[in-house]
């Protein structure tokens, strides 16, 4: 296992660009399932285990693809696709594989895919796509484990979610495109990520109206044939080297970013002292001094992404002043509470809520990543604190970000990978 060294009392300075979307070319790989000829390329596509990941889930169902790490293309030609099972072993490495349902039913009518289980950030049920899939006219049964969906064809019908879900909206898209009629999804989930995979589907000839609202339409087709696209840019990672730059007092421009995709972070930043400039297609910080305090509630898009949680959670440490930060997204998204702890952090929870007070400096120690944005969030905190910081587990970084120590070196960090 890798773990991170880093040094800190470093700054932030440079340009750096971001490749696509990670939750948005997931759903596009699970996507490029539904079309029996022919082959997709998605480009910009980064190195991150949750991708590779996914796209061995779709070898292990007969797909055969080729990613060009250099490229940064990913091909997937799912011809001879000749499972419709995705086993427990790979789905419990990563939730978004249970992506692959939506295009399973959709295209065989049948789809067998292990129940992800809980995670480190929380239970994080599917109760709410499996309640779409039966709208829409599938069978579902559970056993040892195991969702099993049947429908000889699915029908259009309304779905309302009672919370918006990312990839419950985008896996309900799958199933609906084949569907006979129209579908609706209401309360839909509106992150940018979702409109990126429905501009994909609609560019394989599906009929989607509305997505990046929370209504959407989705009009049955009979056909769907193989593109080639371009994701958005990735506003999470994107958001990651912003608050790294906030929190070191440095100056950093991100480009290949929508900075509409995230305007509440760019807010929240802007209230913490940062002074922050964009163009359509890129963001720059520049920090000078002490962050000030800040109240922060993450919410479904287009409120503060709890993705971002932990990061602004990292600057709030330093700040000067009194800051709270409820989660209500994710009911166990505080996991980095404790490691921050352990770099001098003064921090106390209640219920959703973290009271985080200030301090004048945070120190070095071993930290443990549990998830992906923890472990980004603690990588950030080390590069302020005193002396020298190792995260641990850092696979979990790995699934979200593409050597993020070379891209933060790049700006300035001194951080090296060795082995735990
Ligand atoms: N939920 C249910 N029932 C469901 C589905 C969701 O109760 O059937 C609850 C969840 O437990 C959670 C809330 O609804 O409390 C929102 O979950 P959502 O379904 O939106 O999350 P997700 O689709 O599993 C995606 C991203 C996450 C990101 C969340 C929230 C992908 C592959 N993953 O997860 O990304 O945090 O949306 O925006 O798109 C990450 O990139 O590090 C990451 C965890």
Known sequence: MDKFVVKGKTQLNGTISVRGAKNAILPMIAGALLVEKGEFIINKVPDKRDIRNLVNLTELLGAKSRFDA????????????????????????MRASFLVTGALLSRFGYARVALPGGCSIGARPVNLH?????????????????????????????????????????????????AEGTTRIINAA?????KSFAD?????????????????????????????????????????????????????????????????????????????????TSIRLRMRGKPKSINLTTFPYPGFPTDLQP???????????????????????FSHVMELLRLGGIITVAGDTATVTGTEKLH????????????????????????????????????????????????GASIERTQQ
Do not use: W
């Open 200 to 280: 994909f589907l609609n560019s394989m000839g599906a009929k989607i109206y509305g997505a990046g609202t929370p209504y959407i339409m989705i009009e049955g087709v009979s056909a769907l044939s193989p593109t080639e696209f371009n994701p958005i840019g990735d506003r999470l990672e994107a958001g990651t080297y912003l608050y790294g730059a906030l929190i070191t007092g440095g100056d950093v421009e991100v480009s290949g970013v929508d900075p509409q995709h995230i305007e509440f972070p760019i807010l929240k930043m802007r209230e913490m002292g940062a002074k922050i400039k964009t163009t359509p």
């Open 190 to 194: 509106c992150d940018p990520e979702v």
């Open 130 to 178: 499996i309640k779409g899939f039966e709208r829409l006219g599938a069978k579902i049964s559970e056993e040892k484990g195991y969702i099993s969906a049947r429908a000889d064809r699915l029908k259009g019908e309304t779905i309302y979610f009672d919370r918006p879900s990312h990839t419950g909206t985008e896996n309900i898209m799958m199933a609906a495109v084949n």
């Open 364 to 411: 070095g120690a071993e930290v443990m990543a549990s998830d992906i944005r923890a472990g980004a969030a603690l990588t950030l905190a080390g590069l302020v604190a005193e002396g020298k910081t190792e995260i641990l587990r850092v696979y979990h970084i790995d699934r979200g970000y593409e050597k993020l120590e070379e891209k933060l070196s790049s700006l």
């Open 311 to 333: 990061m602004a959670m990292t600057a709030a440490t330093i700040c000067d002043g009194t800051s709270y930060i409820r989660e209500t997204v994710f009911e166990n998204r």
């Open 70 to 93: 250099s490229e940064h293309t990913l091909t997937i030609n799912a011809e001879n696709l000749s499972y419709a099972e995705a086993p427990y072993d790979v789905v419990r490495k």
